[in-house]
């Protein structure tokens, strides 16, 4: 019997970002948001120029790929990352801070213009079914969208405070979904076409009034030429909306990371160009003009549906799935710009230009749930003003998306010039290598095609412009007295890390309570100590498959005679777990940090093995003592635990430190 | 009796030679000292006194005594071919002064210094904390002789 407890507390970290997700599951978040876009992106589109809508919505589409080219080698260089880290690293703290208070004013958009675009599909769809069932109600369309459009965001702001993990399962199913209703709505419309044939749409833009902003005021700029297909490249950039949710959810993608992301690109630039692109394209070719620019405005795909050839029984039939598959869609969006927004802010906010008080993790789901009240206030409120008017929701659209992506690609290609020494496992192509640099031929043409488009929408989208710059002007205000209040702080308490990590720490009164957590067939003890010294627990997330092994990851801290239980965590122990979810989330695997107050290590580390029946004990070299003190010091405490009639498990025992390891059976 | 996969056994190491008992309350470090002496013999002719002497204080300040109440101060020296060991028991105890526990049993152990030997080191460092455990500990200490200690430890 051994005297003395060794532990009296247990601490575990239960973050939810510590589990990952398929490319499937991020590829589908992204989705969500981004695909979304086919229902209102063409109708807004033909209400600002014309005819000419769907080949600019497929121009967008394809375009689209090239943006997923320079996201995937920013996502790449920064796991943690997005428009904001991109931009600070390249250009500094000030442009980070203005690129990320537009792009927050889309996602405050992105949520209303969805939800009262499922409303407006809804309410048209229940326009046609309740006459047939005999219900005299007129339902009144922008009311209606409106009143769905808050219940909406109410359930997602719930679901958000739970978490992630759920939402994503849900976006994988709707996503899902929708694809087999696209199939079906694209092979119905070919057999339309084939019957009836059908005329392409023109290609010149003529627009509106109200689209050409304040370029009345300068004819020479009139839509003619490259400039006028540049002011409708910019009306239809609206559909690209939500890629920076790419990466934002790159940190959640599973091990092997980069293969993941590729694949999940593929798939979104897929989905979106036959979604999206090709939809549009097909209403363009099947309903009259005229009812798409009335009757179906503001419900495109439902039109398409219903114009198809067939019987009006089978034609509702398809509505029905449009429209069901358009609402989920929709919502879906909604649920991304909750998920994305959060993102964004929670990286601003561990860099200290968001107020600590908006970190504060929710006690029961670790969610940082003040940033998500503050989104669903912000939708709200947009959601009352917009009326229900999917055009000037669409007119106010697009801001954020356009100068976040023209400031991200602008930084990709200071950033080829400024780390050209760092080694990229993917590069935007179209490079020529001039000494030891790859200079981003391919991604400054991508650039001029943004940088053109952001100036012309300046120009054109008035409500965007003078909207997006008052958001922007009070977010960047907001970020920048939260920046001078944190550094106030810093100078009185401690300073801030970088990387600091919000953690939710569930406390345990025993290891033994932790065990039924554990429910993979291999299990491995990584214990850590020094933020600085984690070779070892790299190599076991380089190596080890965490489908079929849980990765524990043990940090204890010496604490002489503890006795009282009332021990907490310092700053030093969070930064040692800071560092080890930053490293999870590089590799994206598993692991389950567990943290303990024990007067030695090494019987923290025999006990935890025991307990968790681990196969592996996995060590880094400790500088003070060295590999064979510290194997003969577990020999003695595993030793000493050990129960005479306990299974003679064979237990590895490793020290790892920079291309070393010395590997010791414990028996 | 406990015994190691590889077939580490105290039985062959502890005879009733290789246990005495320390009367009195000697400190840790004259505790050491004294095993030191009587293990000297055992490896006379390999090893140096000095270097003996040297290795042995200064391991005496790394190795930490367990929670058990035991304490295995342990050298590896490259002239050994097998192990040695010394056990002390000490029915009046000392407080290690690092943990405040007090300690009524002590082995010195002495191991080949070769890569080879290292896993069975290890498994002997294992085996000897998993045997002295508290009770067994108790026990030998309130006993007199050293073949009823010897055959205590042989049984468990």
């Not at chain 1, 003395?4 to 973050?15: E, G, M």
Request: proline letters at 4%; one cysteine or more; hydrophobic letters at 50%.
């Amino acid at each position: 019997m051994v005297p003395n407890p060794k532990f009296k507390q247990v601490f575990v970290l239960s973050t939810a970002m510590l589990s990952f997700i398929s490319f499937w599951k991020a590829a589908s978040i992204v989705l969500c948001d981004f695909g979304s876009s086919a229902y209102y992106a063409g109708g807004i589109a033909m209400n600002a120029f014309g005819p000419a809508f769907p080949w600019f919505i497929m121009g967008v589409m394809l375009f689209s790929g090239l943006m997923l080219g320079v996201y995937t080698e920013s996502c790449i260089m920064f796991v943690r990352g997005g428009v904001y880290v991109v931009v600070r690293e390249a250009m500094g703290k000030v442009m980070a801070k203005l690129s990320v208070s537009a792009l927050v004013f889309d996602y405050a958009l992105t949520g209303p213009i969805s939800s009262v675009t499922a409303g407006l599909y809804l309410g048209s769809l229940l326009g046609n079914i309740l006459p047939l069932l005999h219900i005299n109600w007129h339902v009144p369309g922008r009311t209606f969208a409106v009143v769905f459009a808050l219940i909406v965001t109410g359930y997602f702001w719930l679901e958000n405070i739970r978490g992630i993990e759920e939402s994503a399962d849900n976006n994988l199913k709707i996503i899902s979904f929708v694809a087999v209703v696209a199939v079906v709505l694209i092979a119905w419309s070919g057999v339309t076409l084939y019957s009836r044939g059908f005329t392409l749409p023109p290609f010149r833009p003529v627009f509106s009034h109200e689209a050409l902003g304040w370029t009345v005021n300068f004819p020479w700029l009139r839509t003619a030429g490259l400039i006028g297909l540049v002011m409708a490249f910019g009306h239809s950039i609206l559909a690209l909306s939500g890629l920076e949710t790419l990466a934002q959810v790159y940190r959640e993608i599973e091990d092997p990371k980069v293969q993941n992301l590729k694949k999940a690109v593929v798939v979104i630039f897929l989905f979106s160009v036959f979604f999206t692109g090709l939809l549009t394209f097909i209403s363009a070719l099947i309903i009259p003009g005229d009812l798409i620019a009335g009757k179906y405005a503001d419900n495109l795909l439902s039109g398409l549906a219903l114009e198809l050839n067939g019987p009006y029984w089978g034609r509702l039939a398809m509505q029905v799935a449009v429209v069901v598959s358009g609402v989920l869609m929709l919502v879906g969006a909604v649920n991304t710009s909750f998920v994305g927004a959060n993102g964004v802010l929670n990286r601003v906010a561990e860099d200290g230009i968001l107020h600590d008080w908006f970190r504060h993790l929710h006690k029961k789901f670790g969610t940082t749930y003040r940033i998500v009240n503050l989104i669903a206030l912000i939708q709200v409120l947009i959601i009352l003003v917009s009326r229900g008017d999917i055009f000037l929701l669409g007119e106010a659209y697009a801001f954020g998306v356009l100068v976040s992506m023209t400031f991200n690609t602008a930084s990709m290609i200071i950033l080829r010039f400024k780390h050209r020494e760092e080694e990229r496992e993917w590069m935007f192509p179209l490079n020529i290598k001039y000494n030891n640099i790859y200079v981003p031929v391919g991604m400054m043409l991508v650039l001029a095609v943004l940088v053109s488009a952001t100036g012309m929408n300046l120009l054109t989208k008035k409500v965007a412009t003078i909207g997006g710059l008052i958001f922007t002007a009070v977010f960047y205000m907001i970020f920048h007295v939260s920046e001078k209040m944190n550094e106030k702080k810093a100078r009185f308490y401690a300073p801030d890390d970088d990387n600091d990590e919000k953690m939710n720490l569930r406390r345990e009164a025993d290891i033994h309570t932790v065990v039924p957590e554990l429910t993979k067939t291999r299990r491995i003890l990584v214990p850590v100590r020094n933020p600085n010294n984690l070779v070892h627990l790299t190599s076991v997330l380089e190596t080890v498959n965490d489908d079929d092994t849980d990765i524990i990851v043990l940090s204890a801290k010496i604490a002489r005679g503890i006795q009282s239980g009332g021990e907490t965590m310092s700053d030093e122990d969070r930064e040692v777990f800071s560092a080890v979810v930053l490293l999870a989330e590089k590799y994206g695997k598993t692991v389950k940090p567990i943290f303990v107050f024990s007067n030695d290590p090494f019987y923290s580390m025999a006990q935890v093995a025991q307990a968790a029946g681990a196969d592996e004990i996995v060590m880094g070299v400790s500088g003070s003592s060295g590999a064979e003190i510290q194997l003969e010091r577990l020999a003695m405490a595993w030793g000493m635990l050990k129960k005479a009639d306990a299974p003679s498990k064979p237990v590895l025992a490793k020290v790892v430190w920079e291309g070393r390891q010395m590997t010791y059976q414990l028996s | 009796m406990i015994r190691q996969p590889d077939g580490v056994s105290l039985a062959a190491l502890l005879t009733p030679e290789n246990v005495i008992f320390l009367e009195g309350k000697p400190s840790k470090e004259e505790a050491v000292r004294q095993l030191t002496e009587r293990i000297l013999p055992q490896v006379s002719g390999l090893i140096a006194r000095k270097a003996l002497f040297d290795r042995v204080a200064e391991v005496e300040k790394l190795n930490p005594v367990l929670e058990s109440g035991f304490y295995i101060p342990h050298a590896k020296f490259p002239e050994l071919d097998n192990f040695h060991a010394v056990l002390g028991l000490l029915p009046g105890g000392f407080i290690d002064p690092v943990t405040g526990i007090n300690v009524k049993a002590v082995l010195l152990l002495l191991s080949p210094h070769k890569p080879a030997f290292f896993q069975r080191h290890l498994n002997m460092l294992s085996l000897l904390s998993q045997t002295f455990q508290p009770e067994l500990i108790e026990k030998l200490a309130a006993l007199k002789d050293q073949s009823a200690a010897a055959a205590l430890i042989k049984g468990k």
